[in-house]
């Protein structure tokens, strides 16, 4: 009869165990996560920004976000090579202006992650500091039961009549905290901790990168940058106005110009003139170095001093940084109308294109009557004829300076109030006065000569020939502080590389033999491949402070047993 019943019984099992899956499927089917709501997605968005991995993630796009300021011209620095950029790609150009290309460093998209680094790095130095001074007033970790787990282990036999067990925990302490180990002196045992260093200098790394993109932000928006050309005993003075081209901060304001003046009194070329024999040298004529002659007054009640300004050793004045990083010849030339009048008078600027100070000349006068007078050409500081017609300059020096200019009249626009580059004619509507593709021929002109131009239109006189340099004022009163945040960043990242985080412990106990026995164990947190040298001079410190008992053949074997 048991074994007709016990069949069924199967059955009646085996169907109740199919009810109850059938039950738990169908409750699982009916179990639902938890809705987060927004406190829980507010505190999960800030876990995850505040994570070690995000902030590098973020940092790495921080330095792809910055690439293209570096391919394509920035605003900021020239505006009117980003509107010649947009000009010559009228398709993609406006594209990337509207997504601010063009304005890469202040532009919504970098200061997001710029932003969001910020933020992230607190995030991930906040716990992790309060982590550390948790650990670092936590006594160290409980005595491992086996130290010969360890990876460095070792194990002392004292000689009779040395040191009772508890003065030997109190001589290992001791030997600990030598090796600059935090100590905790226990009943049968010694714990002992060291590296702190390490986690602290992580933290200072940390701190130190928040440190530069505070000082990085606040000289973006409190600092400015500016370019100024000096002729030959013209004088600056730290005022917006004098300035050619000026770039402020984003919270800079006038009232933050430090009043100073700088005046170019002379200026210096020094070229390379040294000779083989009859014959020059291949580097014949090139630039050795170029000092200004500069009279400086740093600020109102200051006294003038008289100093040099030089390529790569700037002068420091009002808090601003000023180099020298470009010169060239300044023609001084008068231009006269049809009328006889003075339409312009002064030196002017031209552009050097090549080592021998060939030079673009751009002369406008706009004052000029009947008609406005415009002329374009070159600048020969050392003119030579190559004999079809055409003449070139051989030398940097004022050896034979002289002009080959070609004469415009007519409308130049400049009454209709739109911003021109001072080294740019437009003669496409224009009429041609002097050229070599005229009757007049083209403008040629050493100093002292006066050309009188066709049709009574006036004259163009060369006087003289005057130096000029062209400097860069820069003003970041967050560089200091960068350079230190830089410097504790490196230190702390030095620091995180070389120290290591170790553990020690040593317990004392009396063995069948009556002598004292001293084990130690030492752990690392993370790779130490320097944990053996540790343990080789932790063993040297004890058999200096104890009378070891040198280890017996058949204690050896037994101990292998």
């Known amino acids: 009869m048991a074994k007709d019943i016990q069949p069924s019984a199967h059955r009646d099992n085996a169907r109740e165990d199919a009810v109850n899956a059938a039950q738990g499927n169908e409750s699982k089917k009916d179990v639902a996560a938890p809705a987060l709501g927004i406190t829980g997605m507010l505190r999960w968005a800030w876990t995850q920004l505040t994570s070690m991995r995000t902030a590098l993630m973020l940092l790495l796009l921080l330095a792809v976000a910055a690439v293209p300021g570096s391919i394509f ?52 130095i906040i716990p992790r500091a309060r982590k550390h001074w948790q650990q670092m007033t936590t006594p160290p970790p409980r005595t491992p039961r086996r130290l010969q787990r360890l990876p460095e282990y070792g194990a002392l036999e004292l000689e009779d009549g040395g040191p009772t067990p508890e003065q030997a925990l109190k001589d290992a302490a001791a030997v600990l905290k030598r090796r600059r180990y935090r100590v905790d002196l226990r009943e049968t045992s010694v714990g002992a901790e060291k590296g702190y260093l390490k986690e602290i200098g992580n ?78 040298n291949p580097n014949y004529g090139q630039a050795l170095g170029f000092t200004a002659d500069v009279t400086i007054q740093d600020g109102v009640d200051a006294e003038p001093e008289d100093t040099t300004l030089r390529v790569n050793h700037p002068l420091t004045l009002g808090g601003a940084q000023l180099y020298l990083v470009g010169n060239g010849y300044a023609p001084v030339v008068t231009v006269r109308d049809g009328e006889g009048e003075i339409a312009f008078s002064g030196p002017v600027i031209t552009r050097p294109d090549d080592p021998v100070y060939t030079s673009m000349m751009v002369i406008k006068a706009p004052d000029a009557q009947p008609e406005q007078l415009g002329f374009v050409g070159l600048f020969l500081p050392s003119a030579h004829d190559t004999g079809d017609g055409l003449a070139v300059s051989v030398d940097p020096e004022l050896y034979n300076p002289q002009l080959h200019l070609n004469a415009y009249a007519g409308d130049l626009g400049l009454d209709e109030g739109v911003p021109q580059n001072v080294y740019v004619l437009d003669t496409e509507e224009l009429q041609v006065l002097n050229s070599r593709e005229v009757e007049a021929g083209g403008i040629v002109l050493s100093p002292g000569e006066t050309h009188e131009l066709p049709d009574g239109m006036g004259t163009l006189t060369f006087e003289e020939v005057q130096d000029y340099i062209a400097i860069d004022i820069h003003y970041n009163p967050g560089e200091t502080g960068v350079l230190i945040f830089a410097l504790t960043a490196t230190g702390g990242l030095i620091i995180s590389l070389f120290l290591r985080r170790r553990r020690a412990w040593v317990t004392v106990e009396t063995n069948d033999a009556g002598r004292t026995l001293v084990r130690y164990g030492l752990l690392s947190r993370g790779e130490d491949f320097r944990l053996r040298e540790e343990n080789i001079a932790l063993r040297e410190q004890f058999e200096k402070t104890w009378t070891v008992r040198p280890p017996q053949p058949d204690e050896e074997t037994a101990t292998d047993a």
């Not at 063009?102 to 910020?118: K, N, P, R």
């Not at 002379?266 to 040294?274: A, I, P, S």
């Open 73 to 124: 011209p920035q605003r900021v620095q020239d505006a009117f090579a980003v509107q010649s950029w947009i000009d010559d790609n009228p398709e993609i150009g406006p594209v990337l202006d509207f997504f601010q290309f063009f304005d890469v460093y202040s532009s919504v998209w970098f200061s997001a992650i710029y932003l969001l680094l910020f933020i992230s790095l607190i995030g991930c």
């Open 203 to 280: 933290i200072l790394f940390h701190v130190s990168l928040v440190g530069v993109l505070v000082f990085v932000a606040a000289g973006s928006m409190f600092s400015y940058r500016g370019q100024k050309v000096l002729i030959e005993d013209e004088g600056f003075v730290n005022a917006l106005v004098a300035y050619d081209n000026f770039y402020p901060g984003t919270w800079f304001e006038e009232e933050d110009l430090d009043p100073f003046s700088i005046r170019l009194n002379g200026f210096q070329r020094e070229f390379d003139r040294q000779m083989f024999g009859d014959e020059p």
